[in-house]
C-alpha cells in the first residue's frame, strides 16, 4: 500500500472508525487510540487485506472491533461477550437528555448485540456487511439484532410511545 | 439493511448523534508513520512468557557452559617442542671478542 493510498483510506474511513469505537466504548480517548491502532494494523501488515473478500470498511471495522473486544476482555474479564439470554431493565430516565439516555442504552448492551446494532442501525450496513465486519453467520447477525432491539425497547420504554405491547422487566 | 420494523425506536435511536474524528487523530495516524527500519531501533516485540523463560534458561546455560568450558581448558602449548636429549655441552669454550674498533680498519 502506498502512502497516498493509506492517506486515502483513513479520510474515508476514520469517520465511520471513530463512530464505531466512540458508540462502543462510550470514551473519546479509547475510540481515539482504536482508530489509530486500527490503521497501525492496515499500515504494517496491507497484504491483510483481500478486496476480494469485502469492502476495506468492512476489513477496517473487523480489526477495530477485536481490538474493542480484546480491551472489553481486558478490562471487564467478568462480563461475558456471548449473552444472549440477558434482559437489560429499562433506565432511569430522570434528570438525562434524550440522547444521554439512549447512549446509557446502547452501552448497557451486551458487546455483540451493542456492535450489531451501532452497524446497522447508525452505519446502515446490511446483514451481510456486518457478518463480515463481525466474522459471524448472517443468522447469528439477526439473532442478535434482534435481541438488541428487545433490550433497548425494554430500556427505553419509558421515551417511546405505547402501542399495545408492555415492555417491562420480568 | 436488516430491516427495522420499529420506526418509533429507529428515530429515538437516531438522536443520539456522535460527531466524526477529532483532528487531532490525523497528527496521531498520519504523523506518526515511519519508515520500517525504524522499528528496529525504536520498536518492540511482545514475547510470550514461556518463551520468554525458555529463552533466558538456554541463555544461562549456554553462558554457564562456555565459561566452565574455558576454564577446562589447558593453557596452549607452544607451537614447536624442543628435546634436548641430543643437547651436548662444547668443551671448550673459546670467547673471542671483537672491538667496534676493528671496524674501521
Redesign the interface.
Known amino acids: 500500500m502506498t502512502d497516498p493510498d493509506?492517506?486515502d483510506a483513513?479520510h474515508r474511513h476514520?469517520?465511520v472508525?471513530?463512530?464505531f469505537a466512540?458508540?462502543m466504548t462510550g470514551s473519546?480517548a479509547a475510540a481515539?487510540d482504536t482508530?489509530?491502532d486500527t490503521?497501525?494494523v492496515l499500515?504494517r501488515r496491507p497484504e491483510a487485506y483481500d478486496p476480494g473478500r469485502g469492502a476495506l470498511r468492512a476489513f477496517l471495522l473487523g480489526i477495530a472491533r477485536n481490538l474493542l473486544l480484546k480491551r472489553a476482555r481486558d478490562e471487564r474479564s467478568y462480563d461475558p461477550l456471548v449473552d444472549e439470554s440477558s434482559i437489560c431493565p429499562p433506565i432511569d430516565v430522570v434528570g438525562l437528555e434524550?440522547?444521554q439516555i439512549?447512549?446509557r442504552a446502547?452501552q448497557a448492551l451486551p458487546p455483540l448485540q451493542r456492535e450489531a446494532?451501532i452497524l446497522?442501525?447508525?452505519e446502515?450496513?446490511?446483514?451481510e456487511e456486518i457478518a463480515r465486519a463481525t466474522e459471524a453467520e448472517i443468522a447469528a447477525?439477526?439473532s442478535r439484532?434482534h435481541r438488541a432491539?428487545e433490550n433497548?425497547?425494554r430500556m427505553?420504554a419509558p421515551?417511546?410511545?405505547k402501542?399495545g405491547t408492555f415492555y417491562g422487566t420480568k | 439493511?436488516?430491516p427495522?420494523d420499529?420506526p418509533?425506536?429507529?428515530k429515538?435511536?437516531?438522536?443520539?448523534?456522535?460527531s466524526?474524528?477529532?483532528p487531532?487523530?490525523?497528527e496521531?495516524?498520519?504523523g506518526r508513520?515511519r519508515p520500517w527500519w525504524q522499528f528496529l531501533f525504536t520498536g518492540y516485540i511482545r514475547v510470550p512468557v514461556p518463551l520468554g523463560v525458555a529463552m533466558t534458561v538456554a541463555l544461562v546455560v549456554l553462558a554457564v557452559y562456555f565459561v566452565r568450558d574455558r576454564a577446562r581448558t589447558p593453557i596452549a602449548p607452544p607451537g614447536k617442542t624442543v628435546s634436548l636429549t641430543e643437547f651436548r655441552p662444547v668443551d671448550n669454550v673459546n670467547v673471542r671478542i671483537i672491538r667496534s674498533g676493528y671496524e674501521s680498519h
Not at chain 1, 446502515?124 to 446483514?127: D, G, H, R
Open positions: 493509506f492517506r483513513f476514520k469517520d472508525l471513530y463512530r466512540y458508540r473519546g481515539e482508530v489509530q490503521f497501525l499500515w434524550r440522547a439512549v447512549a446502547i446494532v446497522a442501525e447508525y446502515e450496513m446490511t446483514l447477525v439477526k439484532l432491539r433497548l425497547r427505553l421515551l417511546l410511545e402501542k | 439493511m436488516e427495522n420499529d418509533q425506536l429507529r429515538l435511536l437516531r438522536e443520539w448523534e456522535v466524526g474524528a477529532p487531532s487523530l490525523d496521531r495516524v498520519l508513520r
